[in-house]
């Protein structure tokens, strides 16, 4: 994982492990933004980030999932790609690819407080964009 981070220019960007727990596991936002940008490019990473809900067949169990970010159940959102994420140092996280105001649009936001947080803070900045002229969202 770190050589692609690094293959992609992701200069502030590391893993210590493969969960994305770790403390040293750290990113910022302008790298996190190039990796929602190029894993857009990949039709599978778009289909199962941005499923409501997936049910895995593992041998003798099922397990089922649900995404974590509310937007991708709300038909007023079309979101092409979607990650949530937390850790301690960091905070709750969303990232995602959607489309906002007629125009395609990278979302980071990094610390949220709670869950609600972050979902709130992307609605403001969907309202605040479609609340503009279109002149004044360039």
């Given at each position: 994982m770190n050589a692609k981070a690094r293959s992609l220019g992701l200069s502030n960007t590391g893993f210590q492990d493969t969960t994305g727990l770790s403390r040293g596991n750290v990113s910022s936002a302008r790298d996190?933004?190039?990796l929602v940008d190029t894993a857009y490019q990949y039709d599978l990473i778009r289909d199962f980030t941005t499923r409501?809900?997936?049910t895995i067949f593992a041998g003798w169990r099922i397990l089922q999932f649900r995404n974590t970010n509310q937007l991708v159940r709300n038909s007023d959102w079309k979101i092409g790609l979607?990650?949530?994420g937390f850790t301690g140092e960091a905070g709750k996280c969303l990232v995602m690819q959607a489309q906002v105001a007629q125009r395609?649009?990278?979302i980071v936001l990094l610390d949220a407080r709670n869950?609600?947080?972050r979902?709130?803070?992307?609605?403001r900045i969907k309202y605040?964009?479609?609340s503009r002229s279109?002149?004044?969202r360039t």
């Open positions: 996190l933004a190039r409501k809900k997936a979607s990650k949530t395609d649009l990278l869950s609600r947080g979902i709130s803070d992307a609605k605040w964009l479609e279109p002149s004044e």
